[in-house]
C-alpha cells in the first residue's frame, strides 16, 4: 500500500484490517464514542487506538507498565490506565463525564475483560472479543449483558464478507495517506536472529517486530 514500508506492511492487513472491520462494521462505532482498548500495547490493540482515533473516537488503552503505557500514548491514546489499578474507574469515569465507556476492543479476555465491563456505559455499549492473550477467554455474564444493556460481539469472521473487506481497505487506504494512522515498528532483524527477536519480543510486547530473510 502506498504510503507504507515493507516493515509496516507486513503486519498491516492483519491487525488494522480487523479494527477497522471490528470498530467500524460489527460496533458501529460513531465518532464522538468513548473506545476501552484493553491491550494497548500489543500489535493488535495498538491498531485499535489508531483507527479509534481516527474514526473520531476518544481512546482510553490499558497497560501494565510505563513503558507500555508510554507506548500508547505515542499511538494517539488519550488516557492509558492499568484495570486492575482501583484507581482506574475513577479515571475513566472523570474522562466520560461518569458516563462510561461506549465500545470495548479486548484483546486480553480473563479478568481483564471482567474489570472492563465495570466501566461501560449503561444501554446500547459493545465489547469486542477480539482475542485472550492471558490464555483464558472472555467468559460474558447473563446476568450482567440483561441487566446493563450492552452486547458482546466475536470478531473471528472479520475477512469473510467481501463488500466488508474492500470497504476497510479503501477505508484504511485513505487513513493512510492522509496521516491518520501509521502502524508502529518496533524492531526490524534479520533472520539469523530470530533466537534475539523472539527473546527481546517476549520482554516487550509493544508494536510490532519484523524478521528479514536477509
Known sequence: MDGLSIEQAVGFVGSFHVAHIG???RA???AGEVLLVVGGAGRTGSAAI???KALGATVIATARTQAKARFCEEQGADLVVDLADPTAAAAIAELTGGRGVDVVYDTVGGDAYTHATTVLARSGARVL???FASGTPARPDGQDLLS???AVIGTLSSFRDDAERTDTLEALAAMVATGRIDPPV???H???DVPE???RRAADASGQTVVTLT
Open 23 to 25: 470498530l467500524h462494521h
Open 28 to 30: 458501529g462505532m460513531r
Open 50 to 52: 489508531q483507527v479509534g
Open 129 to 131: 472479543v477480539v482475542g
Open 148 to 150: 446493563r444493556d450492552y
Open 186 to 188: 518496533n524492531a526490524v
Open 190 to 192: 534479520a533472520f539469523a
Open 197 to 199: 527477536a523472539m527473546a
